[in-house]
């Protein structure tokens, strides 16, 4: 069994393709490699090159993978369909440039979801005929990546209309496995109130890839508590170093061995670029740490 460990540039403060504060892409790779990853993702649609050559010539470079790429659009929003669809294709065609593997879809965050992130009992939900439009676009989206020859993995996080666990449960059940798998986010699952590793147990057969993310526990339950904003969130450190929060990498790790569970594990340690601290530190530390338990 192999089971490899890459990062993300999230963990660069890389959120938005577009932001000012960005590193330069050549710089994460840089960053990325000198501490120790083999592979990297890549980021939000238009943060890395699309033109194949230039991507693959800095990959070589710096002897990393192209891991996977995430489809972070409002798939909750039915206006917004084109966006959704736009950053799909470009993701698709990218990774299939690079042979990489994975395409993850995330709902992004919606006004009408942020100030409940963590309060699964007060969420507002979608009606029947919302959910099922939701549903049908998401299973849209997946069966181009398939289509693509990608594994496709929805992904929960804080603040969308794809958050809380009976959600997630609730689209695996209606949309079929060979269309869409999961890529579980260990700190996304703690964030929304629910136990990462119960539910790796459960599901464990259907998660092709893994993002390793972990939470203090004080800022989560302050940032629940205040209804903070998901980026404020970062910015107040809620998703501290591996191992120095609430979840449990050694059982994580123990229910993957148990699975047989083999490819890419990516580190997300979603920061503020502008706060004090290095990115580049967090990335060592945390690739030390997953050494340690013995990923």
């Known amino acids: 069994m192999t089971i490899l460990i890459g990062n993300a540039p999230c963990s660069w403060g890389v959120e938005f393709a577009d932001d000012d504060r960005n590193p330069s892409w050549r710089n994460v790779l840089k960053d990325c490699a000198e501490?120790?990853?083999?592979?990297?993702?890549?980021?939000?649609?238009?943060?890395?090159?699309?033109?194949?050559?230039?991507?693959?010539?800095?990959?070589?470079?710096?002897?990393?993978?192209?891991?996977?790429?995430?489809?972070?659009?409002?798939?909750h929003d039915p206006e917004a369909w084109d966006d959704v669809m736009d950053g799909t294709l470009r993701t698709c065609k990218s990774l299939k440039a690079h042979g990489a593997k994975h395409l993850v879809l995330i709902d992004?965050?919606?006004?009408?979801?942020?100030?409940?992130?963590?309060?699964?009992?007060?969420?507002?939900?979608?009606?029947?005929?919302?959910?099922?439009a939701y549903r049908d676009r998401i299973a849209e989206a997946a069966k181009v990546g398939v289509d693509h020859g990608l594994t496709v993995g929805i992904h929960a996080h804080a603040g969308g209309f794809m958050d809380f666990e009976p959600e997630l449960e609730r689209l695996l059940n209606e949309i079929p496995e060979e269309i869409l798998k999961i890529c579980f986010d260990t700190g996304?699952?703690?964030?929304?109130?629910?136990?990462?590793?119960?539910?790796?147990?459960?599901?464990?057969?259907?998660?092709?890839?893994?993002h390793f993310k972990d939470i203090n526990p004080v800022v989560k339950a302050d940032v629940v508590a205040n209804r903070t904003d998901f980026y404020k969130a970062c910015g107040q450190g809620i998703f501290c170093n591996l191992g120095q929060g609430d979840v449990d990498f050694p059982s994580v790790?123990?229910?993957?061995?148990?699975?047989?569970?083999?490819?890419?594990?990516?580190?997300?340690?979603?920061?503020?670029?502008?706060?004090?601290?290095?990115?580049?530190?967090?990335?060592?530390?945390?690739?030390?740490?997953?050494?340690?338990?013995?990923?």
């Open 188 to 210: 996304h699952h703690s964030y929304a109130g629910f136990d990462p590793v119960a539910f790796m147990k459960r599901y464990v057969s259907r998660i092709s890839y893994m």
């Open 253 to 295: 790790r123990q229910v993957l061995l148990e699975a047989g569970f083999e490819g890419w594990c990516t580190v997300e340690q979603d920061c503020d670029p502008t706060l004090p601290g290095t990115p580049t530190e967090d990335a060592r530390s945390n690739r030390e740490y997953l050494h340690s338990i013995g990923f």
């Open 108 to 132: 992004s965050i919606s006004p009408r979801r942020a100030s409940t992130a963590g309060r699964a009992t007060e969420a507002e939900q979608m009606d029947k005929a919302e959910w099922t």
């Open 35 to 75: 501490v120790g990853y083999k592979g990297i993702e890549l980021g939000p649609v238009g943060f890395m090159p699309e033109d194949p050559a230039v991507l693959k010539e800095a990959l070589n470079e710096f002897d990393l993978e192209l891991i996977g790429g995430v489809v972070f659009r409002p798939f």
